[in-house]
């Protein structure tokens, strides 16, 4: 998106103007993504450990193959 910015600025378009289509989608798609990734990540190893403890019914040999 700021690469698109700092175009339309390079171009000196003074006007109202909106960045759409499939690009802009991706760009915002993948920003979500990133933030998000240490969230992701927690909440899959604490889903991990969980069904761990659930299969194994014992604390320690649940966070062993961890």
Known sequence: M????S???F???????YITGFPVILAHLSEVLFN???LMTA???ILIVVFL?????????????L
């Not at 700021?2 to 910015?5: P, V, Y």
């Not at 403890?53 to 193959?65: D, E, Q, W």
């Open 43 to 45: 909440v899959a190893y």
């Open 11 to 17: 171009y000196g378009w003074d006007g109202e103007y």
């Open 2 to 5: 700021r690469n698109f910015e």
């Open 7 to 9: 175009d339309v600025r």
């Open 36 to 38: 998000s990734l240490n």
């Open 53 to 65: 403890i659930l299969t194994y019914r014992s604390f320690v040999k649940a966070v062993i193959p």
